[in-house]
């Protein structure tokens, strides 16, 4: 985007879809641009007035980004569509102009890595999600946190449904994209396909979401894993999975 | 034994397990969990794969070494839960003690599209009965592949007792019958003592 349109975004609401390049975020940032990350939940509406531009049975991130962009009122949108993010963004951000005159797409491959001491510290799993989360918009990873020993793993992306997360201790380690979240290295799919055996972990996917395939695929070559998915919210029975498997793979919470 | 249907509106249980069980008891088991004890104290080896078919849905734990290595629970699709299969005997009327196995099954990915499979081959002229045989043989095999096709497969939940269920399956079987989550939780109430 040119300076002068970057300019123009100054106290403005942009939307980030994924993880634009840092440059982006620096540029967003020097203009003084208000950036809402859209793959959260920012609107209290029902996900279902979606149905009208994409399927129902189609990944609850993206459809959480459609419902966003519907009711936010957003001078640019910046949807990461590259090996970073993925191919249903590309196609989504097509649909996002219905709702917002101007939408970039950005392919994020950097390949500096800015660590993810967040994911292997002592933290209630909620809260280190919604750190990671959050530095999507700044130019600095999280602080430098000291590791703990895990005693349990989550892998994947941060779920929709951020309820599931409060059934892990502390001792959780992430991993996955969301670690590649935190390094600023969307597109690494070495840290993404990256675990350790010796650690109780659950490999999760959006449903309908492409990663589906990786998280299946790891949780084969794991030795002690739990393959899930989850759709919008989760339901009974997935938060039974999780509390089952972490009560009997011991990697349950203590306190 | 006596059905929970007989049972009055405020009846609590000490310890449950299942479905409906948590706002009826003053300790609910999670039903994995239930099932993985209950599975481990009747089995009693340190290798083994557990396949719950339930009325509601489907659940597996498999066991290596001694310890947790894998688990499974669908309890969203209706190509996978034991209700199917009593609906379609009550509707066309049929004794699964006395269908024959059927050669082949069908695909049964989705509970509705496998469904429509047996309309349709009734309306090609297939007997009922084969045509609802093929779609319990096509759920059996997809609870074998839930479980991750093992070669030895034990069997759990009421449809143990369904014949050609239990003979749908493309492994070597054994059935442990419907009480196994109940042997689960039976273990609770040991630890509980040897606690105490």
Known sequence: MQAETMESLAGKLVGIVGVPPLAVIRQLLAAGAEMVDLDEPQVRKSIDLTASYLPRVYCAVLRTVVLNAMHLDLE????????????????????????????????????????????????????KFACITAHVRKETA???RPSCTPTAGFWGVPPRDFSILSLFPETTHVYGWTRCMENKTPADLDLEAHFNPSVPTVFFAQAFCA????ARHLADLHPCSLYLDCDVTASGSVRAKIEAFLELSGAGKTD | MVTTRSL???????LATGHNARRRCRRYVNELTAL??????????DDFVLLDCGSRDIKYVRFANGS??????????????????????????????????PEQG???????????????????????????????????????????????????????????FVASFPCNLI??????????????????????
């Open chain 2, 106 to 164: 069908f695909a049964v990915t989705c509970g509705v599209l496998g469904m429509s499979h047996i309309f349709d081959a009734v309306v090609n002229g297939m007997p009922e009965g084969e045509a609802v045989a093929r779609f319990v043989r096509g759920i059996a095999l997809n609870g074998y592949r839930f479980a991750g096709s093992p070669e030895t497969l034990y069997l759990s939940g009421g449809l143990c007792d369904n014949p050609l």
């Open chain 1, 76 to 127: 640019a949108i910046f949807i990461d569509v590259g090996p970073g993010k993925c191919d249903c963004a590309l196609h989504v951000s097509r649909i996002l102009q219905r709702f917002c005159p101007k939408v970039v797409t950005t392919r994020n491959t950097d390949s500096t890595g800015f660590g993810y001491s967040t994911c292997r510290c002592r933290m209630d799993l909620a809260e």
């Open chain 2, 68 to 101: 947790l290595a894998d688990m499974g629970w669908n309890a969203e699709c209706g190509a996978s839960m034991g209700f199917t299969i009593e609906l379609l005997s009550r509707y066309y009327d049929l004794d699964y003690a006395t269908l024959p196995v």
């Open chain 2, 36 to 45: 993985a004890r209950g599975g481990r104290e009747l089995i009693g080896k």
């Open chain 2, 175 to 196: 059935t442990l019958g419907r009480f196994v989550l109940l042997t689960g939780l039976q273990t609770y109430l040991t630890s509980d003592r040897e606690r105490t």
């Open chain 1, 142 to 144: 999280p602080p430098p």
């Open chain 2, 8 to 14: 009055g509106q405020n009846f609590r249980a000490d």
């Open chain 1, 211 to 214: 990663k589906t395939a990786l």
